[in-house]
């Protein structure tokens, strides 16, 4: 049974995750993570309009979502989490970007070793 996937809406909680999180960089995504109180994982995604038109953004931010998806139930602990969407995104496969999140989120400790 996988986790049912919480979203980050406010443009507060956005920022308070840029501003004191962690990030890690790839050619297909950049991850901001924070821990929170609240014992449970968050998401955000970003996509900018330098990726394309709505149809563009809209399929990253599937393929991010589908990614997470598979990794939710290994995220401990309670995290912010806020996936931005890079060019190279926009050519990936949501297995591609799976293998690439998972590296990024244990380097940022989300994810156990």
């Not at 999180?21 to 929170?36: Q, T």
């Amino acid at each position: 049974m996988s986790k049912a996937v919480i979203t980050i809406h406010q443009n507060t909680d956005f920022r308070r995750v840029y501003g004191r999180g962690k990030s890690c960089k790839s050619p297909a995504l950049v991850i901001y993570s924070l821990k929170n109180r609240a014992g449970i994982c968050r998401i955000g995604i970003t996509t900018s309009k330098k990726l394309g038109g709505a149809v563009e953004r809209n399929r990253c931010r599937r393929v991010i979502k589908e990614a997470y998806r598979h990794l939710a139930p290994e995220c401990t602990g309670g995290w912010d989490i806020v996936f931005v969407a890079r060019f190279k995104t926009l050519h990936l496969k949501s297995t591609d970007v799976e293998r690439s999140m998972r590296a990024q989120l244990r380097q940022l400790g989300v994810i156990p070793i």
